[in-house]
């Protein structure tokens, strides 16, 4: 059973950058096929795709954060991270890091999803 | 970016009814059409996958259909625990985008 698991501090200043890993266990994040995603939701409202990651590195983000974003993958650990840069009250949201099946077509397995809020 | 359209917003029902969601994209996205349940407080748990895929584990009396720009969700006869919110989201290209979901409440 695959199991994603999102880690990061919950408080971040504004300007400052947002990073979060997510831990993949139950599976190996270099499995071909897969895309490593983080989608965020702000407080009440719906979800919002942030950009996927492939274990070799190839990466597809949201214009919307594209300036703002980074996503990388640490194949040696097991993991994948989100770094967002220059943030704002508008970031406020829980992030959920999830696996994107047949290239990322659809996303079976999340995590449980972690709050950042973004304030002084 | 595709944009993705729900209705209803929200709709009331009682168990053991018949709940139908419709999807509508704004261009074709062909049969890349997911749908997802969350409750609150829990990430979203994919239902459908490509418009009509059952995801393993998921109760039969959820399915998909649609094709194109229109998708429907359908639940045959609605169970305490499916009182959630519904979206759906395209996998056509990117960005992956969602629609803005359909509460289920109990009537």
């Known amino acids: 059973q695959v199991q994603l698991q999102e880690s990061g501090p919950g408080l971040v200043k504004p300007s400052q950058t947002l990073s979060l890993t997510c831990t993949v266990s139950?599976?190996?994040?270099?499995?071909?096929?897969?895309?490593w995603t983080w989608i965020r939701q702000h407080p009440g409202k719906g979800l919002e795709w942030i950009g996927y990651?492939?274990?070799?590195?190839?990466?597809y983000y949201n214009p919307s954060v594209k300036s703002r974003i980074t996503i990388s993958v640490d194949t040696s650990k097991n993991q994948f991270s989100l770094k967002l840069n220059s943030v704002t009250a508008a970031d406020t949201a829980v992030y959920y890091c999830?696996?994107?099946?047949?290239?990322?077509?659809?996303?079976?397995?999340w995590g449980q999803g972690t709050l950042v809020t973004v304030s002084s | 970016d595709i944009q993705m359209t729900q209705s209803p917003s929200s709709l009331s029902a009682s168990v053991g009814d018949r709940v139908t969601i419709t999807c509508r994209a704004s261009q074709s996205i062909s049969r890349y059409l997911n749908w997802y349940q969350q409750t609150p407080g829990r990430a979203p748990k994919l239902l459908i996958y490509t418009a009509s895929n059952l995801q393993s584990g998921v109760p039969s009396r959820f399915s998909g259909s649609g094709s194109g720009t229109d998708f429907t969700l359908t639940i045959s006869s609605l169970q305490p625990e499916d009182f959630a919110t519904y979206y759906c989201?395209?996998?056509?290209?990117?960005?992956?985008?969602f629609g803005q979901g359909t509460k289920v409440e109990m009537k």
């Open positions: 999830a696996r994107a099946v047949d290239y990322g077509d659809y996303e079976d397995y």
């Open positions: 139950g599976g190996s994040i270099s499995s071909g096929g897969y895309y």
């Open positions: 990651i492939y274990y070799s590195g190839s990466t």
């Open positions: 989201q395209q996998s056509y290209n990117t960005p992956r985008t």
